[in-house]
């Protein structure tokens, strides 16, 4: 699981800091969205132990990207 927050767009990006369970040590993505390469990225330190969230994030915020209104959070879950 993990939780987008200050989800931020413009003309040209897509950006938000995210938070992996049980954890309060952000990460931070940021896409272009003509390309939806990461342009810039932090990854959370408690990713040394699990790699999935960063890849949940990305594909989160490329969804989000497609949409009208942009909300300020987003919860992923899977399992």
Same mark, same amino acid.
């Given at each position: 699981?993990?939780?987008? #927050?200050? #989800?931020?767009?413009n003309d040209k990006f897509i950006e938000a800091? $995210?938070l992996p369970e049980n954890s309060k040590e952000?990460? $931070? #993505?940021?896409?272009?969205?003509?390309?939806?390469?990461? #342009?810039?990225?932090?990854?959370? &330190?408690?990713e040394d132990e699990y790699y999935e969230h960063?890849?949940?994030?990305?594909?989160?915020?490329?969804?989000?990207?497609?949409?009208?209104?942009? &909300?300020?959070?987003?919860?992923?879950?899977? $399992?």
């Amino acid at each position: 699981m993990i939780k987008l #927050i200050n #989800i931020k767009r413009n003309d040209k990006f897509i950006e938000a800091e $995210y938070l992996p369970e049980n954890s309060k040590e952000k990460g $931070y #993505i940021k896409i272009e969205l003509e390309s939806g390469e990461v #342009i810039e990225s932090k990854r959370s &330190p408690y990713e040394d132990e699990y790699y999935e969230h960063f890849s949940q994030a990305k594909r989160e915020l490329k969804r989000l990207a497609k949409e009208k209104e942009l &909300p300020k959070e987003s919860l992923v879950m899977w $399992y």
